[in-house]
């Protein structure tokens, strides 16, 4: 196929149901490891139109969920610093933190502004030499390269005063420990197509050798959605567990190999808290020594609250497929897009938004 309307098609999209309806006979659990998937998922009604026997669950793939409420905090305490200019991704602004959100600290008078690139901030650092800029370096392996190569600039420039808040995360430990807490039964996985690109198919390898799990790397129109289940339901019904990629025209096995050379040159894998998880060995990405200069964490002595958790919120069930939104007494009621309580009703991809948005109602797991 050449063009988007066809990873569109009705035609198509018939075709590879009634195939699934027909190779599909055991109870199938699947999670999709992204919330761009959960996303085009939900918008597109494919959780409707799969066979009974076939569930889709929505896992930690949204960078805004999993940051954890420890994270946001020291964000809003280095951002209340003085002379601190805090720069952040739009998604990031409204979601809670134990006490407060940037969003409101912002309106008490702190100097946080959103922007839509790395460069921006490095703008804005190079503009307000009388300041300190931090950015706050949220998301997985598709985002870290391009804030590495915002230090590799900075250091070019000579810019002494940009600094990053790193909660950066990787994909893979993330999903081998929600199999390791055993809390569900999962069959497989849709890996993410944004991470694939970056990484490739092989860091998945592990999972299906090790833990006997499919793997499927899909795009996000709903007929890559719905091939990935197909192939998936094949290996299943075969007695198979392997990595296939479903997105050819965006990921390779090798994923893309400049990319890794510069997250790897600025970043080092290190214990990362995922929210809802809690720490996961050398899931993070925190900066190497020769970069400290330009990390917050390390520059910015700041007094970090106690962490709290909201009561009754289940965004932490949720991000490990242990509930869905509807499952959760706030979601509709308390937490909606316009009052959220948790990350997962707050950001774009969060399938608790998704969901609301959409209008999806599932009986059962």
Not at 24 to 50: A, D, Y
Not at 68 to 86: H, L, Q, R, W
Not at 119 to 126: N, R, V, Y
Not at 159 to 187: Q, R, T, W
């Amino acid at each position: 196929m050449r063009y988007l309307s066809e990873y569109r098609d009705p035609t198509i999209a018939k075709k590879l149901i009634e195939d699934i309806k027909k190779i599909s006979k055991k109870p199938v659990k699947f999670m999709e490891v992204c919330g761009t998937h959960t996303v085009s998922i939900s918008k597109n009604g494919i959780r409707q139109v799969l066979p009974e026997n076939i569930s889709l669950l929505s896992g930690p793939g949204c960078p805004v969920c999993v940051t954890a409420n420890g994270d946001i905090d020291k964000a809003i305490a280095i951002a209340e610093a003085p002379g601190v200019i805090f720069t952040t991704f739009g998604d990031m602004m409204k979601v809670p933190g134990s006490y407060s959100s940037l969003s409101e600290k912002s309106a008490d008078g702190a100097d946080i502004r959103v922007v839509y690139s790395t460069l921006d901030a490095l703008k804005i650092a190079k503009n307000n030499p009388d300041k300190k800029v931090v950015f706050f370096a949220v998301g997985f392996e598709t985002t870290a390269p391009t804030i590495a190569l915002s230090i590799l600039e900075a250091e070019r420039q000579g810019i002494k005063n940009y600094f990053i808040y790193s909660v950066h995360k990787m994909v893979p430990p993330a999903m081998a420990a929600l199999l390791n807490l055993g809390e569900v039964k999962l069959d497989g996985f849709i890996c993410p197509g944004h991470v694939s690109a970056i990484i490739g198919s092989k860091p998945y390898e592990f999972i299906a050798r090790d833990h006997k799990i499919s793997c499927v790397i899909a795009g996000f129109e709903p007929i890559d959605i719905l091939q990935s289940i197909s192939m998936l339901v094949k290996q299943v019904e075969n007695g198979e567990a392997k990595v296939e990629i479903g997105y050819k025209r965006g990921v390779s096995s090798l994923g893309n190999t400049k990319a890794q050379e510069v997250m790897k040159k600025v970043f080092e894998a290190c214990d990362a808290e995922w929210r809802g998880i809690g720490v996961i060995p050398e899931s993070g990405l925190s900066l190497r020594t020769n970069f400290e200069g330009f990390d917050a964490s390390k520059i910015f002595d700041v007094d970090v609250p106690p962490t709290k958790e909201h009561l009754g919120c289940s965004c932490g069930e949720i991000l490990r497929g242990v509930k869905l939104p509807y499952d959760c007494k706030l979601f509709g009621k308390a937490c909606t897009p316009e009052n959220p309580i948790g990350p997962c009703m707050v950001s774009t991809e969060g399938s608790c938004a998704a969901y609301y948005r959409y209008g999806e109602v599932v009986d059962g797991v």
